[in-house]
């Protein structure tokens, strides 16, 4: 049975999250229609990242396996005809070993939260970013990020439901940029917790706001109680940018 890597780009705001859920409209769940509507085969898309609900992403991977063969361009060029008129796209596809698994062959992931910070209200920016209008001081930011990087106990940082076997992840990179009135946020490690990085962005805003010194943060940090996490950043703003394979390129 051949197997297949696609590389897909869709906005969360139309979608449930990725996972298939009864009664709401998900990314897998029209992945797996137009599959159909192409190939008259019920296929299970396997992805890399289950982004929550009004969680978008620009570099979603995910497998395919299909009982024939196909051509990869043509799949590609089929599944985005029937994925029309959803905000869901394919933008690479390629046969991918038998044994690579989207999820579980996934050697990091890297995450995009987008702040947009003024006082004034959003016209286009609405929906894609998390609007911010207390000025946020960048420095401060960046001194509390550091805190939070390498491997920790996130108790803190997680969702009350989180599934995960344990609250220990290594953060592999916080960064922070300001471009004019964006400011970008990129998180990378192998893998996160439910909620930790909305949890983490709001920690930062709260820095950034003057609300928390970088010490406070750390304090949170150590105390391993998630009663002690600021609100969450909005999922609007977070973005699965790439996933990562050991190679160079994500599908």
């Not at 987008?114 to 920016?125: G, P, Y």
């Not at 550091?146 to 599934?163: K, P």
């Not at 995960?164 to 592999?172: G, H, I, V």
């Not at 928390?212 to 703003?237: K, Q, Y």
Request: positive net charge; aromatic residues 10%; contains cysteine.
């Amino acid at each position: 049975m051949p197997r297949y890597k696609i590389l897909l780009e869709y906005d969360g705001s139309a979608f449930h999250g990725w996972q298939a859920q009864r009664g709401h409209d998900s990314a897998q769940e029209a992945l797996a229609r137009a599959c159909f509507a192409y190939a008259q085969e019920e296929i299970v898309p396997y992805g890399a990242g289950r982004t929550d609900s009004g969680v978008h992403a620009l570099g979603q991977v995910a497998h395919l396996d299909f009982s024939r063969e196909k051509d990869p361009r043509e799949m590609k060029e089929a599944l985005n005809f029937h994925l029309k008129p959803q905000p869901i796209v394919l933008l690479e596809a390629s046969l991918a070993p038998p044994d690579f698994h989207a999820r579980h062959s996934a050697k990091a992931r890297a995450y995009l939260y987008r702040i947009w910070n003024r006082a004034e209200a959003l016209t286009f920016q609405k929906g894609l970013f998390w609007h911010v209008r207390q000025p946020l001081n960048i420095a401060a930011m960046r001194e509390a990020a550091g805190v939070f990087l390498g491997t920790h106990d996130f108790t803190t940082f997680r969702a009350a439901h989180c599934q995960a076997a344990s609250p220990t992840k290594t953060l592999d990179a916080l960064e922070i940029a300001r471009q004019g009135e964006e400011i970008r946020i990129g998180a990378k490690a192998r893998s996160f917790l439910h909620h930790q990085i909305r949890s983490l962005v709001g920690a930062l805003k709260y820095v950034g706001e003057g609300r928390w010194t970088a010490e406070e943060a750390r304090a949170a940090l150590e105390a391993r109680d998630r009663a002690r996490c600021p609100p969450m950043a909005p999922a609007r703003g977070l973005y699965l940018e790439r996933v990562f394979y050991g190679e160079e390129e994500t599908a």
